[in-house]
Structures are given as structure tokens and as C-alpha cells.
């Protein structure tokens, strides 16, 4: 449970850091009149949806912080056989990055007011998206074709659940992504534009931050590099 | 002192005000409503449905154990449906519901000031996917075989095979789909309750103006936000165990002369996940009820909180310790005696700041105006329950006391005093405060004495004896218990008598709820704020209040929520939207 108990020392401390900001140690009873209204404390000045992203966002990081932290108590047991990973990963990896840097032109562009750049960015994302989706599958096919089914060894099953639930996350942000596009073409405001790209491209680039780790989790170069820091503990 | 009196100090509106969907008819106003206060109704109602279930399931298990052999209808594997839907549902599906998607979604919106959650949409989203949730578990009632019968626990190996009710056939799916989508919508509504709470406050106020009700709810729901991934985790694994074949959880066994295909998986991988869920869900719980407590005991003591600030630090200290505690579920299961030592201590600490808060509770009614309203019957009523269920909470947080009393029914007693009694109680007590706020009428008086005095002695003539049965050793989870040296004449007795008070304490409640029914069209007229509360939500133009909430103009906050009985004042409360100072000076809490 280290993982998941790291991953949450990290969201206490930035709670703790933003707590900190909040005048906690003022004397509320002592206070009338409007003198506590100070504007920079009262909220944050970035948009609600930005952040509603980001407390979801850290929800999800939990999650995935969690399924690491089973997978590496799992693997401590004896009938663990690690898998091959199939080389048509480092391809999709290339593309999902790909799809966040298509993201990253369009909130450019957009602050720029350039539509054209910001559509062909937009639709870029989306191809380059579903490309990765589809090379998943076509990893899993190439893997259950190889005799590396899912419930023939806890390394595959983890496997295929890890890849899926995050397969499913990207799923859900194509949803956001194609309401985000279709406003590109009809004409939403511009404004409305540049928060739906900007939410695209931050949830875009947590999903490829989420699947590098992942990678690195599953390609056992995580254990590795856990088991040096533990070396330098002891 | 900072006084800042003239009203014609107030700044500009430095954000704008959120844009409301107005519905256009019947079906978007009551049933596909985006007003958060149509979805805590909706929310309300569906979990004290389900919990009436809840109930009928809990008067089934006394029929059984206070006079076994004697219903034919409850064989052993019909018991163990019972304690595991009853104890499922009552944790979930109606205490984290209710007092999240109830309270939150009522209170969160009216006590900040602000005209609705933050996002209005999602949050419908949530209370559909949550009345799904609650579908599919009353669906294993019909199914094949059952509803589950693994225990709340739903411990691997044991949920998943053939000798538990619903092992092999839907029940246990259906239980594990109910909780993956419970979470979802969960997961939803949290957003809501925290983004509001950060984002959508009216001016003036600051996060130390807030009342406990809003700190208690906004902790609970941060901490469930990152619990419930865990027992998602836990249930999407073991139902790639129970479906797909994997052996997540699963060890090599032989069922019946046959090994099962599964290899190697590890039980106790699962009870890491679910307790790393479920001990926080306890604090989920308690939070509220917390934060609910101390305003009702501010209120109807006409007093301010004692040690606001402390009170805060606590629910934040308790919120971020409940983390690190998990394992003392699992002393039984066996570890490592330092990892043993370790959760023993961090359990231990936890008691210091819930002390400190029952500590400025009763600090709060000392030399107070106390009016022994129903709310406050309540109120009080939970402070000496925790206190009880809490003690015992210490004896069990010890590992060599825990283990021999582990499986006894001195851990049922225990839970269901602190998380089950105590709870309740609060939010029987936010129901008789708020329900004038809701429906316009006050709940009738003296139906609420006979529940109160009812449910509060009659919870203790439950649960005290339960207690000594659970030391002379009597057993929990088993079916029937006749045949044990341990029986003897007298722990049958008082099994009886348990079971009778339990129907007792169960009648009471079908008195409440006629009482809740009853009372809105025949309730006293209750005016806007019959209890002279200081907070927003007494402060609306209308009562109950209007989509939008405030009428045109949001209120402004000058003072904190506990502004009650202020020297030289003209009322002994003043609400938190009246601008100027009164009297010298307080009493620094």
C-alpha cells in the first residue's frame, strides 16, 4: 500500500499548502463586517470547471495510484510470470503523445484567435486518440493470440485490467473532446472555445502522464527503479 | 477587534453570478431537476426507502436470534442474506447517501450563500446513477439464489464460491455492480459538494465563516472522494475473480473434491483495498454528523461554539489520520506485531481530536440558554452515544484486546453504537431542525418525544447488553446459536429481550416516518427560522426556498455562524448577513 499511501502524502501536502492560505488561524468570532472578505482568498481566480478537472483528475490519480499499489503486492507472490510487452506500445505511446501535443497547439492557437489551427488541432487529437485505441486492442490481440489470455497468470490479468481502465478514461475524455470540436465548427463563443480546449489538453496530458507511468509499471522498470531506492534506504 | 460597520462599504461583486437553468416543465422541475435542493429530496427519499429495507432485514435477523428454531423461513443461508444486505445498505446505500447527497446537496448551497452547486448537471447525473445503484442491489432480492450472503465485508475467498448465498450465482455481481456504480455517482455528486464549497461562496464568506455543518460535510466528502477508489478498485478486481476467471484474490482451493482454476491470489490484497476504503467511510459518516451536531447544540443552546478554530483543525486532523489506520480491521487476519503496534497507536491518537470535540461540545452547553427542543434531544443524545461507542473503540483498537474480541458480539455492539446509533441520531436531529426549513411546517411535537425517548432508550436496551453477551463470548455471524456451552438460560433471555426492544425501536421509526408524512400538510406554520438560527440558510426571502435560492440580491456575510447571545445585542442571535458590530466584546472561544 506505499504507493497509494505516497501518492496521498502528496495530495495532503498540496490540501495542507492551500489550507495554509486559508487564514486558518484567524478569530472568525472577533471579526465583523467585511474585513475577512479578502478577494485573493475567497476564491481561486481560475475558472469552477478547471477546478472540478483537477479535483476529479486527483480522484482518478488515486485510482490508478491504487491499482499500482495491488499490482505491486501481487506480484510479490510466487505464481507472478511477467509478460513480453508487445512492441507496438512504444508506437501507441507515440502517438498518444502525439494527440497531447496536437492539444497543446490548439490551446496555443487559441489564445492566439486562430481558428483554422485550433480545428486542425482539435481533429489531430482526436485521430491520433482513437489511433492509440485502437493499437491497444491490436496489442491485446497480439497477446491473446500469443497464449497470453487473461486469467492464465496475475501479470496479464493486470495487464489487460490497467490498459482497459485507462482505455476507458481516454474513452470518456473523446466524449468531452468531441463536444469541444463540434463548438470548434458551430461557432461557440470564443471564450467557451478556450476553457473546453484548455480542460481537453490538462486531462489530456494527465491521461499520457497516467499511461508513461503505467508503462513504466508494467514494462517492470517501476519495481526496478523502487527496488534501487530501497537499496539506498538500506 | 477589526470593526468594519457602515453596509455602504460593500465591494463590487468581483465574479459574476452563476447562470441558473430555469426548468421550463414539470418533468425538469421535479423529476430530471438540476436544483440542488429537489435532488437532496430525491436523494433523501430514495435512501430512507432502501433503509427501510435496511430495517425489515435487521427485525428478521432478532426474529431469528432472539427465538431461533422457531421461523422456518430463516435458514442459516437466508440469515447470512440478511446480515450482509442489512449491513451494505445501512453503511452505504443510506448513511453516505444521506448525509452527502441529502444534507450536502441541501445545506451546501443555502448555508455558503451561493444559488445552486457549481455544476447542476452532473449533479442530477449523480442522484440517477445513485437510484440505478440502489435498482440493481434490490434486483439481487429477485435474482437467482439471492442476494449475496459474503457479510458487508465481502471477503474473498468465501463471497465468490459455492457455499455462500450467491457465491456462484447473481447475487454477488450484482452487489459488486451496485457498489462500481454507486461510486461513479458518488463520485460525481462529491465534485459538486467540494467545487461549490470552494468556488461558489458569497462574499464575506471566508473558510472560517463557514459553519461545522459545511466543514464536516466538505472534509467527509474530500476524504470519500479518495476512499472510494479503493473498494472500486476492490470490487472491479474481484469481479474480473468471480466473472473472468483471474485470481486477483483467488488462492488455489478445492471446492467440493475439485480445484477451482484459480492459483494463487491473495485475501488478503482484498482486505488491504477494502479497509483502505472502509475505515475512512467511518469518518465519512462521522464528519457530518460532527459538523451537524455542534450547530445544533450552538443553536438550541443559543450559544456560540466553543473553540470554533480547534474544531475545524479536528475535523481536518480526524479527516487525514483516518488514513493511516485502516489496518486495525485486520489484526485477525494476522501481520507483522510492529505493523500491529503501529496501527494500534494511530488508532489511539484519532481519539485526541474527537475528544476534543466532544470536549467543546459539552464546553458549548455549559451555562448555556439550553431549550431541550427535539433537535437538541437528539443532539445530546449523540454526544453520549459517542462517547459510549468511542470507549469501546479503544479497547478494540488494541491488538490483544482485539483479537479474542474480534469475532464476538462485542465489535457488533461497538460498531453499531459509534457508527451506526450515534449517526443516526444526528440525522434524526438535522431532520426535526431543517424539516421546517424544507417544508414550511414544524414536525409534530409530541409524536417527536415518543421517537426520541423511543429510539434513544431503546437503541441503549439493544446495544448495552450486547456488549456483556459479546464478553461472556457469544459469537457474531452465526446463524444460530442453541446448541453452545456458552448459551446459557440467561444470554438466551437477554437475546429475547434484545430482539423485542429491536421491534420496539423499529415501530418508532414507521411513527417518524408518519410524522414526516403528516406533518407537511398538517404541521404548525414554522415562519422562515423558528429556531432564531444565525446561519443563511434561516435567512432565505422565502421559506421553503425558491430556485435560485436568495431571491435577487445573494446575502452578504459580516460575522461568523455563531454569533447567539451577544452582549448588548437586541436579539440573542445575530444572523450571519446583518452588517455592524454589537456589544464590546465577546468571549474569546
Given at each position: 500500500m506505499s504507493v497509494i499511501l505516497v501518492f496521498l502524502l502528496v495530495v495532503v501536502g498540496f490540501i495542507g499548502w492551500w489550507l495554509s492560505h486559508?487564514?486558518?488561524?484567524?478569530?472568525p468570532w472577533l471579526e465583523q463586517g467585511m474585513a475577512g472578505d479578502f478577494v485573493a482568498l475567497d476564491r481561486s481566480a481560475l475558472p469552477t470547471a478547471k477546478i472540478g478537472l483537477g479535483v476529479f483528475l486527483a480522484v482518478v490519480g488515486c485510482l490508478f495510484a491504487l491499482f499500482t499499489s495491488a499490482y505491486f503486492m501481487r506480484m510479490a507472490l510466487s505464481d507472478w510470470q511477467p509478460l513480453p510487452l508487445p512492441r507496438l506500445l512504444w508506437l501507441n505511446t507515440g502517438v498518444l503523445v502525439l494527440s497531447s501535443v496536437a492539444l497543446q497547439c490548439a490551446v496555443v492557437a487559441t489564445r492566439r484567435g486562430q481558428l483554422e489551427t485550433v480545428r486542425l488541432g482539435l481533429v489531430t487529437a482526436g485521430i491520433t486518440t482513437l489511433a492509440f485505441l485502437v493499437g491497444q486492442l491490436v496489442a491485446w490481440r497480439e497477446l491473446s493470440t500469443d497464449g497470453y489470455l487473461l486469467s492464465s497468470n496475475p501479470a496479464n490479468s493486470f495487464f489487460y485490467l490497467i490498459t482497459g481502465m485507462h482505455g476507458l478514461h481516454i474513452l470518456g475524455g473523446l466524449v468531452g473532446l468531441g463536444r469541444t470540436t463540434a463548438g470548434a465548427w458551430n461557432g461557440a463563443r470564443p471564450e467557451r472555445l478556450r476553457l473546453g480546449i484548455e480542460l481537453c489538453a490538462m486531462y489530456w496530458h494527465f491521461l499520457l502522464f497516467v499511461w508513461l507511468a503505467i508503462f513504466a509499471l508494467l514494462a517492470g522498470w517501476a519495481a526496478t527503479f523502487i527496488d534501487i531506492c530501497r537499496q539506498l534506504l538500506t | 477587534m477589526v470593526d468594519i460597520t457602515p453596509a455602504d462599504a460593500v465591494p463590487p461583486a468581483e465574479v459574476g453570478e452563476m447562470e441558473l437553468y430555469h426548468p421550463h416543465s414539470w418533468w425538469t422541475k421535479y423529476v430530471f431537476s438540476q436544483d440542488a435542493k429537489v435532488i437532496a429530496i430525491q436523494y433523501s427519499a430514495t435512501a430512507t426507502a432502501i433503509g427501510m429495507v435496511a430495517l425489515v432485514l435487521s427485525w428478521l435477523m432478532r426474529l431469528q436470534l432472539g427465538f431461533p428454531g422457531t421461523f422456518d423461513f430463516i435458514t442459516p443461508e437466508a440469515y447470512y442474506q440478511f446480515i450482509t444486505m442489512h449491513g451494505m445498505i445501512m453503511v452505504i446505500y443510506l448513511l453516505t447517501a444521506l448525509f452527502l447527497g441529502g444534507f450536502g446537496n441541501y445545506l451546501i448551497p443555502l448555508m455558503v450563500g451561493a444559488r445552486d452547486m457549481v455544476f447542476p448537471y452532473v449533479n442530477m447525473l449523480s442522484y440517477w446513477i445513485y437510484l440505478l445503484a440502489v435498482l440493481v442491489l434490490v434486483s439481487s432480492f429477485f435474482a437467482p439464489g439471492g442476494p449475496t450472503g459474503a457479510g458487508w465485508t465481502l471477503y474473498p475467498p468465501q463471497a465468490i464460491m459455492t457455499g455462500t448465498p450467491g457465491g456462484q450465482d447473481w447475487g454477488i455481481i450484482l452487489m459488486l455492480v451496485s457498489l462500481i456504480l454507486f461510486i461513479i455517482g458518488f463520485t460525481m455528486g462529491g465534485l459538486n459538494y467540494v467545487v461549490t464549497v470552494l468556488q461558489a461562496r458569497t462574499r464575506g464568506m471566508t473558510l472560517m465563516r463557514l459553519p461545522l455543518t459545511v466543514w464536516g460535510i466538505f472534509t467527509a466528502t474530500v476524504m470519500a472522494l479518495l476512499a472510494f477508489p479503493a473498494l472500486f478498485v476492490a470490487c472491479v478486481m474481484m469481479l474480473f475473480d468471480r466473472a473472468l476467471g483471474t485470481s486477483f484474490f483467488m488462492p488455489a482451493i478445492v471446492e467440493m473434491g475439485e480445484q477451482l482454476q484459480h492459483s494463487g491470489g491473495s485475501p488478503i490484497l482484498f482486505q488491504h483495498l477494502f479497509w483502505f476504503f472502509g475505515h475512512p467511510e467511518v469518518y465519512i459518516v462521522a464528519l457530518p454528523a460532527f459538523g451537524i451536531v455542534s450547530d445544533l447544540i450552538s443553536t438550541h443552546a443559543r450559544k456560540n461554539i466553543f473553540g470554533y478554530r480547534m474544531m475545524v483543525w479536528a475535523i481536518v486532523g480526524i479527516g487525514a489520520l483516518s488514513f493511516v489506520v485502516w489496518a486495525h480491521h485486520m489484526y485477525v487476519s494476522g501481520m507483522h506485531p510492529y505493523f500491529g503496534f503501529f496501527f494500534a497507536t494511530t488508532t489511539l491518537i484519532i481519539a485526541v481530536p474527537t475528544a476534543i470535540k466532544v470536549y467543546n461540545w459539552v464546553l458549548t452547553l455549559w451555562r448555556g440558554d439550553i431549550h431541550l427542543t427535539i433537535p437538541m434531544l437528539f443532539a445530546l443524545a449523540f454526544i453520549v452515544t459517542f462517547v459510549n461507542g468511542g470507549l469501546t473503540g479503544l479497547f478494540l483498537g488494541n491488538v490483544v484486546v482485539d483479537v479474542p474480541l474480534s469475532d464476538t458480539m462485542f465489535v457488533v455492539a461497538h460498531f453499531h453504537m459509534v457508527m451506526g446509533v450515534a449517526p443516526i441520531l444526528v440525522i434524526f436531529g438535522a431532520i426535526y431542525h431543517w424539516y421546517p426549513k424544507v417544508t414550511g411546517r414544524m414536525l409534530n411535537e409530541t409524536l417527536g418525544q415518543f421517537h426520541f425517548w423511543v429510539t434513544f432508550l431503546g437503541a441503549y436496551l439493544i446495544f448495552f447488553p450486547m456488549h456483556y453477551l459479546g464478553l461472556v463470548g457469544l459469537p457474531r455471524r452465526y446463524a444460530e446459536l442453541t446448541d453452545m456451552t456458552i448459551m446459557t438460560e440467561s444470554a438466551h433471555h437477554l437475546n429475547s429481550f434484545i430482539s423485542i426492544m429491536a421491534f420496539m425501536v423499529g415501530f418508532a421509526q414507521i411513527v417518524f416516518l408518519f410524522n414526516l408524512i403528516w406533518s407537511i400538510r398538517h404541521g404548525r406554520e414554522a415562519g422562515g427560522n423558528p429556531w432564531r438560527a444565525t446561519t443563511l440558510e434561516w435567512q432565505t426571502a422565502e421559506t421553503p426556498p425558491t430556485h435560485g435560492n436568495f431571491g435577487k440580491d445573494l446575502p452578504i456575510v459580516y460575522r461568523w455562524a455563531y454569533d447567539y447571545s451577544v452582549p448588548g445585542a437586541k436579539e440573542d442571535f445575530i444572523p450571519q448577513n446583518v452588517p455592524g458590530s454589537f456589544g464590546t466584546s465577546k468571549e474569546p472561544a
Open positions: 486559508q487564514r486558518l488561524m484567524s478569530k | -
